[in-house]
């Protein structure tokens, strides 16, 4: 096993970790059809969203799934042209 896999084995696990927790820290309070259909926008937590923990939550989401998207793709890629599996 090249070095090259195993640095994009333990990201993926990394990556997988960080997704996992922050959707268990994400809060899940949204209930009914207003929140279905994104009525929570014009609260003065949805104007002001970028300031709070959940804005944040989000972010820091949407890094984690970025970079598990992208060393994947990059893994798949290295193996294919390097001739070994990952």
């Known amino acids: ?3 090259v896999n195993i640095i994009a084995g333990a990201l993926l696990v ?3 970790i960080a997704i996992i927790l922050v959707v268990l820290f994400t ?5 009914g059809i207003n929140s279905a ?14 300031k709070t923990g959940e804005a ?5 989401t949407k ?15 290295i193996a294919k042209f390097a001739g070994t599996g990952v």
Request: charged share 5%; glycine share 18%; aromatic share 6%.
């Open 14 to 16: 990394v990556a997988s």
């Open 27 to 31: 809060n899940t309070d949204n209930t």
């Open 1 to 3: 096993m090249g070095v």
């Open 37 to 50: 259909i994104g009525g929570g926008s014009n609260s003065f937590y949805g104007r002001n969203g970028g």
């Open 56 to 60: 944040k939550l989000q972010l820091a």
């Open 63 to 77: 890094i984690a799934v970025g970079v598990l998207f992208v060393v994947a793709v990059a893994a798949t890629i």
